[in-house]
């Protein structure tokens, strides 16, 4: 009987212990596998996030360059002084910090145009790889070339490259942004990977461009045939686990193909940096579960061997409790025990150190002598669990060594079964106390507290609109440029739809646009912006913007919500209207300038060879508007143009261009003429204006004019000999007595008055 109950005690036991094992193991299992999909997740994130910076990058800079290639044949833009063509030519993109320079080769390579105005010298990039691509056609598009020096410095640059083509058709050159690597190198430092982990940038063909940590002698390496290579090449994205070809480490690689450029962007994380604290709580986990197991053990060979013999008892128990204590000093919890009359009965090891004594000390010590001045602090916890109430709070308490610490403090009342109070319920012989340390806890909350509140601070702080919904696209975020934008408020806007608050409107016909943020949760994928999308508010302002949205998802890949970024580009997009109005317009006058002039004359001529009719040009200046501007001061002189200018434009026909030629000087484009006599009736209306006097500033003011008239074709084949034979005519006005047209005649002819019938 003995032996049976033995055996089945030693059964039970071990089977304890194999439950306990297989408890704690499936636990370390668990926290381990939580580990790996938290560094997936988290790299996954990462990287959809670099991919998305390095594409609207490229994207910007792609659109920039077909901008300019489409632009780089117009005549107006061409005739402009160099610094205004620079300006015209690259807009912000291209000028950004990123940027280390742009330039335009002609057909044969060399170097006609530079973002830095003038090179030292002639350069001809004829050899390199992109211009052999696009001069052979063997490359449509933007084509990312080789990593190089810059021809300015010595910083590593990407050259990004597109053709672009004559009137006929035919290749005329290549525009080239060279890219700062530094700015790829920027993003990657950016990321806190551990030890011997990095991001890295490759084109397709495995060339490295970009990683962190940086080395230079890595940039222009390839890496082509590798085994890990072969994997980043074989999808568009992807994670697996591999070993480093540049160093030789194991690490968990996370990669995304860049939208459709030959580009890869990487994540490689140690796998030893992601199962390092997952191996020391195995450590702790598994000493623990082999401690309990064996403490099972022990417990039942204590009650066999009790069974066995009795005189062993006490020896046994004795053990047990050394192995209870044992375990229970090695835990890193604080843990004691008081009695009903708050007296100590226990306290484990870390229990003594935390207070600074020793066991014998602490037994049957007061509780208020223990705690001293914080007992008042706790008086109404202890009190609370000797009624049989369980505590549980937080404290902050200073250890033996002054140092401070937070902790979670539990009572937990111990019930005598066998005496019970008054009303019926058991009495409480005692409290088990428990401390746990929770200061790295409180540091890793305090951490995530400042993480969280850096994030609004930086969402704040943003210059362009952030707007956050949940899964149903209803506002769960503003920011405030958001509110200011959209002219809601944020507690206000919360639960609306996004449509509602945020109202994206077609700029040409004022429809409805799709919003991406919609089409971002419905797709599950990032959106960028979409050509002539404005803003409209419920007060019918409306705001130029470039949309992008991306979806939320949580570590589980669900989606939760979605973010809107709307940035305002109101400004920018009115000055280039600005800029390309002040290309063909006089500041002063507003009056067609020689560059728009020019262009309507050939366009002009054009028609009248076709056609068989004539074009007159009449070149004039003001008489007596030296001595207004002598006298009176340029700013009267300016103002007397400017009103001069508006008589101009109202006599002559919708047709007709009237340009300011500089200073008092202008010439008049009349298209479509059957006669020279039409352009005599402009002529006189033009001396009629100077009839009537100008009123500027309280001052009236008499000019009159003197001018010449050429037509097409008698006088000349361009715009340019019309108008010199036209100012050779005025001049013999001028002689005449001033006042008066002169129309030109034949070769060798003096020119004739026009007469003023």
Not at 132 to 148: M, V
Not at 517 to 535: E, H, N, W
Not at 675 to 696: D, F, G, M, Y
Request: proline fraction near 3%; aromatic fraction near 6%; charge should be neutral.
């Amino acid at each position: 009987m003995r032996h049976s109950s033995s055996r089945r005690l030693i059964v039970l036991a071990v089977l304890l212990s194999l439950g306990i094992g297989a408890l704690f193991t499936r636990v370390i299992v668990t926290i381990r596998d939580d580990e790996w999909n938290y560094a997936r997740t988290t790299n996954a994130n990462l990287v959809q996030a670099l991919e998305k910076s390095v594409a609207r990058t490229l994207d910007g800079l792609d659109r920039s360059m077909v901008g300019l290639a489409a632009n780089i044949h117009l005549p107006d833009v061409m005739v402009l002084p160099a610094h205004l063509r620079r300006q015209v030519l690259f807009d912000h993109s291209l000028r950004s910090p990123a940027v280390a320079a742009v330039s335009v080769s002609d057909a044969h390579g060399n170097i006609v145009l530079h973002s830095s105005g003038v090179l030292g010298q002639q350069v001809n990039v004829g050899a390199s790889d992109y211009f052999i691509a696009h001069r052979s056609a063997a490359h449509e598009g933007l084509y990312i070339g080789q990593p190089q020096r810059a021809h300015t410095s010595e910083e590593f640059v990407l050259p990004l490259s597109r053709a672009y083509f004559d009137q006929q058709g035919d290749f005329a050159g290549v525009v080239v942004v060279a890219l700062r690597l530094a700015y790829f190198n920027d993003l990657l430092r950016a990321l806190d990977l551990g030890a011997s982990s990095g991001a890295n940038l490759f084109r397709r063909d495995g060339i490295v461009l970009a990683r962190f940590p940086y080395n230079g002698a890595d940039v222009g390496r390839s890496l082509a045939g590798t085994p890990t290579m072969l994997k980043l090449q074989a999808a568009s994205e992807g994670i697996f686990v591999g070993t480093a070809a540049i160093d030789g480490v194991q690490h968990l690689y996370t990669f995304r193909h860049i939208g459709t450029y030959p580009l890869i962007i990487n994540i490689a994380q140690s796998t030893d940096t992601i199962l390092a604290q997952w191996r020391r709580s195995a450590w702790q986990l598994g000493s623990f579960a082999l401690a309990l197991m064996l403490a099972c053990l022990g417990l039942a060979v204590l009650f066999v061997r009790e069974l066995a013999a009795r005189q062993r008892v006490s020896a046994r128990l004795q053990q047990a409790e050394h192995d209870m204590r044992t375990i229970l000093d090695n835990l890193p919890s604080m843990v004691a025990y008081w009695d009903s009359d708050q007296g100590n009965r226990f306290a484990n090891q870390a229990y003594q150190s935390h207070f600074g004594v020793t066991a014998d000390t602490l037994l049957h010590t007061p509780v208020k002598n223990l705690l001293g001045t914080n007992f008042d602090q706790s008086r109404p916890y202890i009190q609370a669990a000797l009624r049989g109430q369980r505590q549980m709070f937080e404290r902050t308490i200073r250890d033996a060594r002054g140092d401070e610490r937070f902790t979670l403090v539990s009572y937990v009342p111990d019930f005598d079964s066998q005496h019970t109070t008054a009303q019926g319920a058991a009495m409480v012989r005692g409290v088990f106390v428990q401390i746990t340390d929770i200061t790295e806890r409180k540091r890793i909350e305090n951490e995530l507290f400042e993480e969280k509140e850096l994030m609004r601070l930086t969402l704040q702080s943003i210059g362009d609109a952030v707007l956050c919904t949940d899964a149903n696209a209803c506002v769960t975020y503003l920011n405030p440029v958001a509110e200011r934008l959209t002219g809601w408020q944020a507690f206000s806007a919360a639960g609306e739809h996004i449509d509602k608050v945020a109202p994206l409107r077609m700029a040409t016909n004022g429809a409805d646009a799709i919003s991406p943020l919609c089409q971002a949760l419905a797709q599950v994928r990032t959106l960028g912006p979409t050509p002539g999308v404005v803003l409209q508010r419920a007060d019918g302002q409306r705001f130029d913007v470039e949309e992008s949205a991306s979806p939320i998802t949580d570590r589980h890949g669900q989606v939760t919500g979605a973010v809107m970024v709307l940035h305002d580009v109101t400004e920018s997009a009115a000055m280039a209207a600005r800029l390309a109005h002040l290309a063909h317009y006089d500041a002063l006058t507003d009056l067609p300038n020689r560059v728009l002039l020019k262009d309507r004359a050939q366009q002009a001529i054009a028609l009248a060879r076709r056609s068989g009719q004539q074009v007159a040009v009449l070149y004039f200046d003001l008489d007596g508007f030296k001595q207004i501007n002598d006298t009176l001061g340029h700013d009267v002189g300016d103002l007397l143009l400017v009103q001069f200018a508006q008589r101009l434009s109202a006599v002559v026909r919708q047709s007709d261009t009237v340009c300011r030629q500089g200073g008092d000087e202008f010439i008049a484009l009349l298209p479509v003429l059957g006669s020279a006599e039409q352009a005599c009736v402009v002529a006189r209306k033009i001396l009629a204006i100077c009839a009537q006097p100008l009123q500027v500033q309280e001052r009236r003011l008499q000019v009159g004019v003197s001018g010449g008239i050429a037509w097409f074709p008698q006088h000349g084949e361009t715009i340019d000999e019309l108008a010199r034979q036209a100012d050779a005519a005025m001049y013999v006005a001028k002689r005449a007595g001033r006042m008066q047209f002169r129309l030109c005649g034949a070769l060798g002819e003096e020119p004739q008055r026009v007469s003023c019938l």
